[in-house]
Nanobody, 127 residues
Framework: QLQLVESGGGLVQPGGSLRLSCAAS????????VGWFRQAPGKEREGVSC????????LYVDSVKGRFTISRDSAKKTVDLQMNNLKPDDTAVYYC????????????????????WGKGTLVTVSS
């Protein structure tokens, strides 16, 4: 079955850190641009960070710049999102998506069709 699976969500206090991972089943994630998105209750889904297939290009939404880092782990065959200094406003369901032959700029636009979406992992930042 071709799918993306997110992991690493959970409950963390403000100022804490979490590392999310996106893994592919049935296809090679290395050939795909990958994006992390989030959707908070009552809000639209937004692109958080995206990375090109070769890892050479990355994008971040302004609200997470300097706090989040996206990277590819070739050994684990995942795309990870390291989230530091988390804030309550970061609370959301986080999704990863993948598209082959996508420009990283387009990858981060949630309304542009993606090849695959994961089912999401919940991140809650609360004291």
């Amino acid at each position: 079955q071709l799918q993306l699976v997110e992991s690493g969500g959970g409950l963390v206090q403000p100022g804490g850190s979490l590392r999310l991972s996106c893994a592919a089943s049935g296809f090679a994630l290395a050939y795909y641009a990958v994006g992390w998105f989030r959707q908070a209750p009552g809000k639209e889904r937004e692109g958080v960070s995206c990375i090109s297939s070769d890892g050479g290009s990355t994008l971040y939404v302004d609200s997470v710049k300097g706090r989040f880092t996206i990277s590819r782990d070739s050994a684990k065959k995942t795309v990870d999102l390291q989230m530091n200094n988390l804030k309550p406003d970061d609370t959301a369901v986080y999704y990863c998506a993948a598209t082959r032959f996508s420009r990283v700029e387009n990858m981060c636009v949630p309304t542009i069709e993606k090849d695959y979406w994961g089912k999401g992992t919940l991140v809650t930042v609360s004291s």
